[in-house]
């Protein structure tokens, strides 16, 4: 008959857990960021569409109001047309209304107002701050297709074409004008 005798018991030493701590810490560090734009850029889609939506809603909106009728466009629009929405947020109302757009900082906004690049009434303006670089140049890749100009943080990287003509869209220009962090700004003209 043999006996077992009470032995040490295997484990972890503290030594080896601070170890695996330190590396799931430095694991963690290196990821979230990586995780939040991947988050931010596949939301892109979904707030551009809506964008992409209201840009046509009021181009139909304003069609036979004359030269100008953009002329008494604001916040209170947007807000209206983008209180459903799923990814952008929207509160109070009217003038005091606010627009998030999600892209980046928890209060970058959306703005809206009549374009004063050209006769103001003709056209409108849609403009982001604090938009994620993630989501930089992806966005203006999809809002060119509505936009008659794309300024990205003071770089015109499309402008109307002459004579009538649809302008063109210079991706490496939208590019290199995202600068890194939640700093970018982004202006929209439609007509």
Do not use: W
């Not at 809206?112 to 849609?126: E, N």
């Not at 590019?175 to 007509?191: I, M, Q, V, Y």
């Amino acid at each position: 008959m043999s006996h077992v005798r009470p032995g040490r018991q295997n484990g972890f030493t503290l030594v080896e857990v601070a170890i695996v701590a330190a590396i799931v810490l430095i694991a963690a560090i290196v990821g979230i960021p990586a995780i939040n734009g991947y988050i931010i850029e596949n939301k892109v889609p979904t707030v551009a569409q809506e964008l992409q939506r209201f840009i046509a809603r009021t181009k139909v909106t304003g069609q036979g109001l004359g030269n100008t009728p953009y002329a008494g466009i604001g916040i209170a629009q947007l807000a209206n047309a983008l209180r459903s929405s799923s990814v952008i947020t929207v509160a109070g109302t009217g003038l005091a209304a606010t627009v998030r757009h999600g892209l980046g900082a928890t209060d970058g906004r959306i703005s809206l107002a009549a374009d004063t690049i050209t006769s103001a009434g003709d056209a409108f303006g849609l403009t982001l701050d604090k938009v994620n670089e993630a989501a930089c140049p992806s966005l203006a890749a999809v809002m060119q297709r509505v936009s008659e100009r794309i300024v990205i943080n003071g770089v015109t990287v499309k402008q109307p074409g002459t004579g009538g003509a649809a302008g063109v869209y210079n991706a490496v220009g939208a590019d290199g004008a995202c600068t890194s962090g939640d700093t970018n700004a982004f202006s929209f003209t439609a007509r």
